[in-house]
């Protein structure tokens, strides 16, 4: 019989539970649920700009941003119907850069001069939206999208 070394156990026990074999089980659901919550947020989000995109030029305006009526409606439509391809996973790798760069935008020009924490109007949110949109500009739709069927017809 072979003595087992007590630190090498402990060590393989440790690995056991923080492993997780979720990943080869579940990968192919981490891009729909991102795609699914990035895209309800930013569906709402542009859809209130829809609903009162005068205000909106005017916030754009305030800021010295140029051509505020343009970009009300580019930063208006890209929300509303960036949000919406997300859901789908339509088109999701353009989508998803286009809203990366509004979030950039928007954590520049209106979030950083308020610190870190959304209860300040920091740029806390608009971070994670921006990360996550650049996670989905990288790793695709996902296996549940219109992107991926459109992947197999082809």
């Known amino acids: 019989m072979v003595a087992q070394n007590p630190a090498a156990c402990h060590t393989l026990t440790i ?56 970009f009300a ?6 929300e509303l119907l960036g949000g919406a391809a997300l859901i789908l996973g339509l088109l999701t790798h353009w989508a998803a850069k286009l809203i990366a760069i509004d979030m950039l935008v928007a954590i520049l020009l209106i979030h950083w001069k308020n610190g870190f924490m959304v209860s300040g109007g920091g740029a806390e949110f608009a971070l994670v939206l921006f990360a996550a949109a650049v996670a989905l500009t990288i790793t695709g739709a996902g296996k549940w999208s219109v992107d991926q069927m459109w992947h197999k017809k082809s």
């Open 15 to 70: 690995m056991k539970l923080l492993s997780c074999k979720c990943a080869e089980k579940w990968s192919d659901v981490a891009p729909l649920v991102l795609r699914l919550a990035v895209g309800a947020v930013f569906i709402v989000h542009g859809y209130s700009k829809v609903v009162d995109v005068a205000a909106f030029e005017g916030m754009l305006a305030s800021i010295s941003v140029p051509l505020p009526a343009f």
């Open 73 to 78: 409606w580019v930063v208006t439509l890209v």
